[in-house]
């Protein structure tokens, strides 16, 4: 039974290769992803350890603000010089250098722009001399408050040279033009250390740019004595500045600093890995397929099994025997398939990162298990239920001329308005709200129970749907065969459209969320914001494009302006949780510009020791006019401010408005946006050159009117419905392979019929249109089936956000015509080979065929 068993394997090579096409494909993305971010996590393991490299003991003083990487950019608050001869006099200190090294230092390149940074810092430092790590290429050390080094990498980016004079961007203050007296590289011939830029000034420059205070530096970096171990002297170190400092040593910074970065690439791991489970569970349709349509065309075969012997269990192991052969090998074909794709995205990602030095590639445990346990379990399980059905073969099928009838569709039909309606349930738990700390656990488990559901309730809507868009080709002979083809055997049509109707519905009910989500903004946008014109910028890195505070002084001199505002943002802790601030250098802005209503108090105005609330935020902290609550911002001591008034929460507004004098202490205390109002009859187009004149030193950001900055801001989705899109085309792809093989598949099974059908009359290129239409027919179901479904799990989430401000649902009419017109175009691409095959079909050699 085993040799026969593999004889059979290896006489259909073609049947082999299609069924672990799709298996491949999707142990490829489970593969590559953990290969990415192995090799990704081994090569920031190698940056921090160069980054602390001759570093024994760093001191820093304790964050205001503790926030992980998911959460935002870490702010070290500056602490006076004199800690730094406090360290320096520490027993076993063998030099103590103060630091300045902070965020948001922005060099004004060739073009005129800011160099930008899509992840890596852009670092704003003092010049402490060169080292192991840090070595002069071109130049030399600045000396004056007008000049500057930057790291080679710096350089290249922005097209600048020794000597050139540069403006530099940096939180503290507006731009600043500077000279370049130094290009500094690091050891090992790179230009940076993962893709950091690198500015450094002297050192009371970058106190006063940097850390907005003279005299301060926010780290220390200690050098140990000789014979002196680094954890011994990070504990005396410790004892000498309090409790109001951080003190570890460099090996343990390297690995912090190595793990922050490694929790961002395990929250990138998973959604890959959410990809390829889609890919995946496509991919199963199409074995299940393959192998159900396998053991209809060896009936025969496996009934004379049956017939000389051969026992249930055998016959189940004979399916089961190829399809772990099948696993096995697409595993590894995946498996190294993975490995290529993992190298290519995460050399792409040094690339765009602005060319981070990649570790080695290595290929996890995890990557090769993964590979071989999805590969084999997908293609078992799918393989189960056909080979089941093969045992059931009675040995006297085999004395007949056997075709596989019909079965009825009852059972199937009631296990999948069961599993539905499962998945039904948990989509109404998670989407509720009512699944707890498990909601999105729940909601990817309805929607998986949602989409099986659906597929085996297929078959019942199969024949009278198919027929109907058959009719459509019924207009010519081969239209006619097409259409009685995709409608003979709605099982294996349901199966093979499902497949593509898994992909095109995730694309769809995320495109009506996401266009949802835009036409809602953008409505309340517009009936909200009573402003003209826009000051803004898009946000490239970590920290948003800032502008110079004296702008909104300027712009309010301009003839034709009646309000300006501008408006600071940060994470603060306020009343012992973390939660967004912002402050509005014209409180009155809020009602005049931002229509918000006061609930209680007053909100027109704010003294230095109060602030504002939102309704939501003061009824869920049970606060009121007159609650004192303690806030800490990102730099300077806590305050305590008097709540003296609450505003209705809307999806625009602010949950804590603190007066203007507070974002002197804000991580980035300059405005991130301006609102400008114009007066009654002054014009947009005679106002807005001027503030764009206004903004010649802050190339960061633009001045736009209210509609350009809408579509700006809502925008950024476009981008994020791009890259689920790509990620989802792999599900797509497989569905394609799967009408291939089912097409490719079915001219096998039927090539008596159509050796017939061409003995009487049917030419070459009338069974090419035939097998076309089939083909289209198909595609076209699935396209519809996953208009439909992806369609209905929009709405329902969006009717679940409705309280988050997503109030209209707006189906996207042409992406569904574009998604069906392309359905056909697949469904011709997917015909062609099986159409050329049965073009080719020797017509004595098919009559005869058994």
Known sequence: MFRATLKSLLARKLRLVLSGLAVVLGVMFVSGAFVLTDTLGRSFDAIFA???????????????????????????????????????????????????????????????????????????????????????????????????????????????????????????????????????????????????????????????????????????????????????????????????????????????????????????????????????????????????????????????????????????????????????????????????????????????????????????????????????????????????????????????????????????TVAGGLVTAVGAVLLFLGLSGNAGDNTLVTILAGVLFAFIGVALLTPLISKPVVSLLGAIFAWSVPGKLGRLNSGRNPRRTAITAAALMVGIALVTGVTVILDSAKGSIGKLAQDTIKAELVISGVQSGPRPPSFDPAVLQRAAAIPGVRLVDGEYGDMAVVGGERTWVASSSNVAALRQIFGARPTAGDIDRLAPDQMLLSSDTAKARGLSVGSTVPVQLSRGDARTYTVSGIYESTQLTNPVVLPPEAARDFSIPQPIQGFIQLAPGASV???????????????????????????????????????????????????????????????????????????????????????????????????????????????????????????????????????LGLAALVGVIAAVLPAIRAARINVLGAIAHD
Not at 688 to 715: K, M, N, Y
Request: without cysteine; hydrophobic residues 50%; charged residues 20%.
């Open 685 to 819: 187009a005679a106002v807005q050159p001027q503030v764009e004149s206004l903004l010649a030193d802050s190339p960061e950001v633009s001045v736009a009117d209210r509609d350009a900055f809408i579509d700006q801001q809502t925008g950024q989705l476009d981008g994020l419905l791009t890259m689920i899109q790509i990620l989802l085309a792999l599900a797509i792809v497989i569905a394609v392979l799967g009408i291939i093989n089912t097409l490719a598949l079915s001219v096998l099974e039927r090539t008596r019929e159509l050796g017939l059908l061409r003995a009487i009359g049917l030419r070459r290129a009338q069974t090419m249109r035939m097998i076309t239409v089939e083909a289209v027919v198909i595609s076209v179901f699935g396209a519809l089936l996953g208009v439909a479904v992806g369609t209905g799990l929009g709405a329902a989430v969006v009717e679940a956000l409705k309280d988050e401000g997503i109030t209209d649902l707006i189906l996207p009419w042409s992406q569904m015509g574009i998604f």
């Open 50 to 412: 160069d980054a602390y490299e001759g570093v024994d003991v760093n001191v820093a003083a304790k964050p205001k603000i503790a926030l992980s990487e998911m959460e935002g950019e870490q702010t070290a608050p500056p602490f006076a010089a004199a800690t730094v001869e406090k360290v320096r006099a520490v027993p076993g200190v063998a030099e103590a250098t103060g630091v300045v090294a902070a965020d948001g230092a922005r060099l004004i390149g060739s073009n005129g722009k800011a160099v930008a940074s899509f992840g890596p810092p852009q670092l704003g430092e003092n010049w402490t001399g060169e080292s192991d790590l840090v070595r002069l290429r071109e130049g030399r050390e600045p000396r004056a408050d007008n000049e500057i080094v930057i790291n080679k990498g710096l350089a290249t980016a922005g097209k600048v040279a020794l000597g050139e004079r540069v403006g530099v961007l940096t939180p503290m203050s507006p731009k600043q033009d500077f000279t370049i007296v130094g290009i500094f590289g690091y050891s090992g011939d790179r230009d940076s250390i993962g893709g950091a830029n690198e500015i450094m000034f002297t050192t009371p420059v970058a106190q006063r740019l940097m850390l907005g205070e003279p005299d301060t530096f926010n780290s220390v970096t200690v050098k140990a004595a000789g014979g002196v171990s680094d954890d011994s002297l990070r504990d005396a170190v410790a004892g000498a500045v309090g409790d109001g400092f951080v003190v570890k040593t460099g090996e343990q910074l390297s690995t912090e600093a190595a793990e922050g970065f490694k929790e961002a690439l395990s929250f990138f791991n998973r959604i890959l890995l959410g990809f390829a489970a889609v890919a995946l569970l496509v991919g199963t349709f199409l074995i299940l397929n393959t192998f159900s349509i396998v053991v209809a065309q060896r009936t025969r075969e496996l009934a004379l099994m049956r017939s000389i012997g051969a026992s249930r269990r055998q016959i189940i192991g004979s399916v089961v025997l190829e399809a772990i052969a099948v696993g096995l090998i697409a595993s590894v074909l995946g498996l190294a398939a993975g490995i290529g794709i993992g190298a290519l995205l995460a050399w792409l990602f040094g690339k765009f990162a602005g060319g981070l030095s990649l570790a080695g590639l290595g290929v996890p445990a995890a990557a090769v298990v993964g590979a071989f346990a999805v590969g084999l379990i997908i293609t078992v399980v799918a393989a189960l239920l056909p080979a089941l059905r093969a045992s059931r073969i009675p040995p006297i099928a085999a004395m007949q001329d056997v075709a596989t009838p019909d079965r009825p569709l009852t059972k199937i």
